[in-house]
């Protein structure tokens, strides 16, 4: 069983739906994430969060949304998609410390596969 | 600009023999280098970190980095069909974040 749960496995939404992800993770990291991996594509990463504040934001538009309501809660607020949004949205956390500039191994959430039709 | 550089593969190795899988980065500051699997529909998880120059082993896996020329490799010794999978390099991003940067990841097939 992986530390980090992500719910739903499987989106199927279309562009004029509002749907979100949610990731809770239960092994005391400081840190969350999310990624976006598209076919053939390296893993994106979207945001992160240190502590609940957003720390990064890696110019994703708009209709992604996240919220850190604490430092095990996360999620991902999806409005207005289009098709190549089509991925999987992978949760992940570690431990980090953005002012000393390090992070450990980031442990993984079995992800989200979405749909966009 | 790409950060961390992987040969997306595939490589294909017979079951017994060593696969070696490469990676290199571009920020001469990254000091923590991670190796993840992912199975196909699977997340990645992680299977070795290396911080030092240097071989680290752990199992049939070693991890060997190389600071001053830049890259990182892993080499699976003894390779069998479940080790076929996509091996993901991770290195901190450069501009000062260091929040690990994923390479495209190499595919690696091991046939009987």
């Known amino acids: 069983e992986t530390g980090v749960t992500q719910t739903p496995r499987h989106l199927v939404m279309g562009m004029t739906n509002k749907k979100s992800l949610k990731c809770e993770q239960h092994?005391?990291?400081?840190?969350m994430y999310w990624y976006k991996q598209s076919a053939k594509k390296p893993l994106e990463l979207m945001f992160v969060y240190n502590f609940k504040e957003q720390t990064e934001n890696n110019s994703v538009p708009s209709r992604f949304s996240p919220e850190c309501p604490n430092s095990s809660h996360l999620f991902l607020h999806l409005h207005t998609l289009q098709p190549e949004d089509s991925a999987l949205y992978l949760c992940a956390s570690s431990q980090g410390n953005p002012s000393a500039r390090w992070y450990t191994e980031a442990f993984f959430g079995q992800g989200t596969r979405l749909t966009v039709v | 600009q790409k950060e961390v550089e992987q040969n997306s593969g595939p490589l294909s190795v017979p079951e017994g023999a060593i696969a070696s899988l490469n990676c290199t980065y571009s920020?001469?500051?990254?000091?923590?280098f991670f190796w993840y699997r992912q199975y196909s529909g699977k997340s990645p998880e992680l299977i070795m970190f290396i911080y030092s120059n240097g071989d680290k082993e752990d199992g049939r896996f070693t991890a060997q980095l190389n600071k001053a020329s830049q890259y990182v490799s892993l080499l699976i010794r003894d390779s069998q069909p479940s080790d076929s999978a996509t091996y993901l390099c991770?290195?901190?991003?450069?501009?000062?974040?260091?929040?690990?940067?994923f390479g495209r990841g190499t595919s690696l097939i091991v046939h009987p």
């Open positions: 920020d001469r500051g990254s000091q923590s």
């Open positions: 991770a290195a901190p991003a450069s501009g000062g974040s260091y929040i690990p940067t």
């Open positions: 092994l005391g990291h400081n840190a």
